[in-house]
Nanobody, 125 residues
Framework: HVTLVESGGGRVRPGGSLRLSCEASGRSFLFSRNALGWHRQVPGKLRERVGVISWNGGETWYVDSVKGRCTISRDNAQSTAYLQMYSLRPDDKATYYC????????????????WGQGTQVTVSS
């Protein structure tokens, strides 16, 4: 079992930046073998994919709405992945979740094996 914990959420002004972290514990050795995805959800709406990174960081995928404004990276030695967000907009406000799975394909369609509890991001002036 892998436990994922997100952190780094908060309130930021439109146009600002924020970096979220996703740290794995438990059977964290699985972390370095799995792809990892970031997702977000607004109350009353379906969960939305944000982006995915391969197990070694060599490949990334982003949903069109965040392309050019987000960068996903990972440090397998620290069992941690990151979501760097730039030029934040009010519609980026959501709870952000990380999840992992054996391959990117599953995460690209929103399927994850383990999920974190989420971290809240608010974008307002």
């Amino acid at each position: 079992h892998v436990t994922l914990v997100e952190s780094g959420g908060g309130r930021v002004r439109p146009g600002g930046s924020l970096r979220l972290s996703c740290e794995a514990s438990g059977r964290s050795f699985l972390f370095s073998r799995n792809a990892l995805g970031w997702h977000r959800q607004v109350p009353g709406k379906l969960r939305e994919r944000v982006g995915v990174i391969s197990w070694n960081g060599g490949e990334t995928w982003y949903v069109d709405s965040v392309k050019g404004r987000c960068t996903i990276s990972r440090d397998n030695a620290q069992s941690t992945a990151y979501l760097q967000m730039y030029s934040l907009r009010p519609d980026d406000k959501a709870t952000y979740y990380c999840a992992d799975a054996q391959d990117m394909g599953r995460l690209r369609v929103g399927i994850g094996d383990y999920w974190g509890q989420g971290t809240q991001v608010t974008v307002s002036s």
